[in-house]
């Protein structure tokens, strides 16, 4: 294409001279060596363990013999039982001292300290979690390649809409032929659906992103809104059902939303608001998890769970609708919310911290209030199912025409308002269509057990799909790189001069490496956060920011004598 190498200098343009790496950056490449070079030991390790295994196979079954353990006068005794609970005959009091060791002790003895001094049975243990660590890290250095780098060119965006709708029609028959399964319930608003729904939502918002499709602005608020509205919805319903308040869970819940984000911003040097959906949904999680862990007895009483979702508003009501009380809760983490955006060096760094957060600040709640309802709306759908059939398709029919009339008045009233006039009325109004959309999807047991495992299989990985699409899908090139329409203005390019067939190398790669992200986010929390024991969840907290200090104050170090300087050219 004739404009590739303008688009290219642009990007080089925006770079603006030499690139310079970072702290972090230097901190971040030390730990992923580090890692590297114990994920190798571990291999070495498992190969000889392996080699020396087959070579004592190979002998034992050729010449020899087997021995009598009675004959040496008395029972061997195995070092591990068949249980693997090792041996019965292990003094009770190795046991009890295990379980009465300080902190120190605990922490010398965890398998983090003895990877890091080299013992050879932790390396050979830790061999899985070193692997996905060393994944995780390369997938990070990809990152840095795809999006600060020319090894790859970039090429600017281009809407059509037919090739917008075009290509998420064909999606959804595939989704519906090939990956349309019944599930196991009747529930109204059961897992599969909402993991169905996040999928075909995601689907759009990230075409929004490539193609610049700015005519669907305020549908894509829309999406927004409703993965919001399942934030307060699916956490207040967890926590309702299991009273599950322990602070492992809740742990792990942060570490999924913030464990990808965090090294993103470290080896991109970008600020944490450029990827606002994770500020913005950590912040409505704590909330939920703070009204229901609040005096967790009341939550029996259904006049007290009212109670405390009417003071979540009120708290929306006076945190943002009051805008001085926000700035004055936000100012003192304005190093963690504040953004600045390169094109823009002059406007308030708190500004799209609180725009972001204000367009969805009441659905959260009405997602808390419809969990609450949910039994009864449940029931009014099986009172519905079990009607004669003629009265049945009756009341069904009347519920969809009021349903879809609502929505036509909420369509031609609100929804096409421009952007900065949408905007103004969106936080009082988005639930209208979410509801809308919520009665259609379960009006009848057929809907409500049928889904499409494709875009449940996309809504699963709709937090790394989301933080992905921005450096090896897009491009920003330069730190905090964000266009007038809130995503990067270049798109990354494999294949010059065939933007569909671009597009189709590019996003499988992209939903390739998004769903590895999934997967080792998983295993890594798994290793380094445990559900149920808080004290090893404790000492792990401390020996992860003890390493990140010492990690961070070497990279200072190295960085600061001029050792690691780069530049682009």
């Not at 599930?183 to 759009?204: D, I, S």
């Not at 921005?470 to 090139?477: A, G, Q």
Request: charged share 15%.
């Amino acid at each position: 294409m004739a404009g590739e190498g303008g688009v290219a200098a642009a990007a080089q343009a925006d770079r603006q001279g030499p690139m310079i790496v970072s702290v972090g950056q230097v901190s971040f490449l030390l730990t992923y060596l580090w890692a590297l070079g114990l994920y190798f030991y571990s291999l070495a390790l498992h190969q000889k363990r392996t080699t020396r295994a087959l070579s004592k196979a190979h002998l034992s079954d050729v010449q020899l013999p087997e021995f009598d353990s009675a004959s040496k006068g008395g029972e061997s005794t195995p070092l591990v039982s068949p249980e693997g609970r090792g041996s019965d005959s292990a003094p009770e009091h190795a046991v009890h001292s295990s379980q009465k060791l300080g902190f120190f002790q605990d922490a010398a003895s965890s398998g983090l300290i003895k990877c890091v001094l080299l013992d050879q049975q932790a390396l050979l243990d830790a061999k899985d979690t070193l692997q996905a660590i060393v994944e995780f890290g390369t997938i990070m250095v990809w990152f840095f390649l795809c999006d600060r780098t020319d090894l790859l060119p970039a090429s600017e965006k281009h809407y059509e809409r037919d090739v917008f709708l075009f290509i998420f029609l064909v999606l959804t028959i595939v989704a519906f032929g090939y990956s349309l399964q019944p599930v196991r319930t009747t529930l109204l608003l059961n897992r599969p659906q909402t993991e169905e729904w996040k999928g075909w939502m995601q689907v759009l918002f990230l075409l929004y992103h490539y193609f610049e499709a700015r005519e669907a602005y305020n549908a894509i608020r829309i999406f927004i809104a409703g993965y919001v509205w399942m934030t307060g919805f699916g956490n207040f319903s967890y926590y309702y059902r299991t009273g599950d308040f322990g602070i492992g869970r809740f742990c792990q819940m942060m570490w999924r939303l913030n464990f990808m984000v965090f090294f993103t911003c470290v080896v991109l040097q970008n600020e944490y608001m450029l990827y606002y959906i994770c500020p913005m949904h950590t912040l409505f999680t704590i909330m939920v998890y703070g009204a229901l862990a609040l005096a967790p007895q009341l939550n029996k009483s259904h006049p007290w769970l009212w109670a405390k979702i009417l003071g979540c508003l009120v708290t929306v009501l006076v945190f943002w609708d009051i805008k001085s009380v926000f700035y004055a809760l936000w100012t003192p983490f304005d190093f963690l919310m504040g953004y600045t955006d390169p094109r823009k060096s002059d406007n308030d760094r708190l500004h799209e911290w609180y725009f972001r957060s204000s367009l969805d600040r009441f659905i959260w709640v009405y997602g808390m209030a419809c969990a609450m309802l949910h039994p009864y709306a449940s029931k009014a759908l099986t009172a519905i199912d079990e009607m004669p059939p003629p009265r049945r398709w009756t009341v069904r029919a009347a519920v969809v025409a009021a349903t879809c009339a609502v929505f036509a008045v909420y369509y031609r009233s609100i929804y096409v308002l421009p952007k900065i006039e949408y905007n103004k009325v969106h936080a009082y109004t988005s639930w209208i269509p979410l509801t809308c959309w919520m009665i259609v999807r379960n009006m009848t047991p057929a809907l409500r057990t049928w889904s499409m495992r494709l875009y449940g299989w996309l809504g699963c990985i709709t937090l790394e799909t989301y933080l992905s699409q921005f450096h090896i899908w897009l491009r920003s090139s330069v730190p905090n790189g964000q266009a007038r329409w809130g995503t990067p203005k270049f798109l990354l390019t494999i294949i010059p001069g065939y933007p569909l067939l671009n597009f189709a190398a590019c996003t499988a790669m992209y939903v390739f490496v998004s769903h590895r992200l999934f997967l080792l986010t998983l295993v890594l929390k798994d290793a380094a956060v445990p559900h149920d024991n808080n004290r090893v969840l404790a000492r792990n907290l401390v020996l992860m920011g003890l390493m990140l200090v010492v990690c961070t104050t070497m990279g200072f170090v190295l960085h600061s004598t001029g050792l690691l300087w780069l530049a682009s050219r």
